[in-house]
């Protein structure tokens, strides 16, 4: 069933997104009164699934979920029809639209595409909100994991500053590390300031990694609930216990104590805790799996996250910065590619895109994921591949600056070359995501 709902909440982002890009390029058509003969949502070799003429336009669901379509008069697109491109040019064509114009047109989806992340970031902004945990706010310091470690991080760092520029929100502190290609983590250990050196080629690990979670924050253990037959429950302990440590060795941290539990398994272990001002100790039998049933109590009870809401009139520049921003953290994204060892191995396709959805429904993620998924269409669109929209403005940009338009056998040939690409990109990252799934 988690699949399911993944999948489902794919198709109707990628949908939403299709729509409004080729509506962005339809809208422009229309406005320069040029003739648009198909509005298709997914592609429709051999049928389509649903379709209606409206006027000059036919209007239709295709069966294969790879993109969509708007097929505009007299121009070269992926349908590769030829015929029309034979015959003398009509005023309602594409072909004889100024080039202004048709650069106008084959900027409508990216335009739209940025324009609905925009928008969507208004709305979660006015709905929910921002919530944020300050780095400063961090008390208790930082866990860490192997990973994390090999970098020369340890549990208790309080982080500062990356590559001496000081961090603001905690959670942005991965993102930064490996956007950023930092060479460095400044923190406070043992109430001192270190420079910590990140290892040459360490943030191509972190991008294999594909998880946040190489760090995280501490906090005390004070027990919220118990799973059902709890091993702790059963031995004595109760609600707003606060678990110290294990046997003579503190473990005042949730993150220290799991770790610590996992030596102890099909082990009898005596459980130090505070219980108001009483320290006891609690004698408790360790199953298997290494966990005794308890929940602790969230974060939220011991650290200062903050929360930062908006009225319209600050949710607008505020989603228009989050926007841009997200464009420019994809273009950094992008550069990755060819500045890290082997961090093509960690691009994906459609199931990397469907496993970033969470597997309950969430309006919240669903939308954020959404906008994201919006600015990574536009800016791969962009791209200055033939037989994606970028591919149209350099040969338009080309024909503005020199006054000359390529050949409608030159934008074919280029056409071919930039679908080849384009299927190769294809099979390459799915075949990625497949090859990760015999791996695991």
Known sequence: MDIVIKIIQLLLSLSILVIFHELGHFTAAKIFKTRVEKFYLFFDPW????????????????????????????????????????????????????????????LG???????????????????????YLPASALKYGISVDSTAYQMGLRDGDKIVSIDNKAVDDFESIPKTLILEEAKSIQV??????????????????????????????????????????????????????QILGLNDTLHPYFDEFRKSLQHYKNKE?????????????????????????????????????REKNYNVISAVP?????AFTGVGNYI??????????KAYESVGGFISIGSIFPSTWDWQSFWHLTAFLS??????????????????VMFLLYEIIFRRKPSDKFIEYAQIVGMVILFALLIFANGNDIMKLFRK
């Open 47 to 106: 049928f389509s699934l649903f379709k209606i003429k409206k006027g000059e336009t036919e209007y239709g669901v295709g069966w294969l979920p790879l993109g969509g379509y708007v097929k505009i008069s007299g121009m070269i697109d992926e349908s590769m029809d030829m015929e029309q491109m034979k015959k003398p040019p009509q005023p309602w064509e594409f072909r004889s639209k100024p080039a202004w114009q048709r650069l106008i047109i084959m």
């Open 109 to 131: 989806g990216v335009t739209v595409n940025l324009l609905l992340a925009i928008v969507i970031y208004i709305v979660l902004l006015m709905a929910w909100g921002e919530q």
């Open 188 to 241: 406070i250990r043992d109430g001192q300031q270190v420079n910590v050196a990140i290892p040459d080629k360490f943030i191509s690990k972190l991008i294999k990694l594909k998880s946040a979670d190489f760090i995280s924050f501490r906090f005390p253990f004070v027990v919220s609930e118990f799973a059902p037959d709890a091993p702790a429950r059963k031995a004595g302990m109760k609600k707003n216990d």
């Open 269 to 305: 272990v005596s459980v130090v805790i505070l219980r108001g001002k009483d320290t006891l100790k609690l004698p408790v039998k360790v199953p298997s799996a290494g966990l005794i049933g308890v929940y602790p109590k969230s974060p939220a009870t011991f650290l200062d996250f």
């Open 318 to 322: 505020a989603g228009i910065v989050k």
């Open 332 to 341: 950094k994204s992008m550069k990755l590619l060819f500045s890290q060892e």
């Open 375 to 392: 600015i990574m269409l536009a800016v791969l669109n962009v791209l200055p591949i033939p037989a994606l929209d970028g591919g149209y």
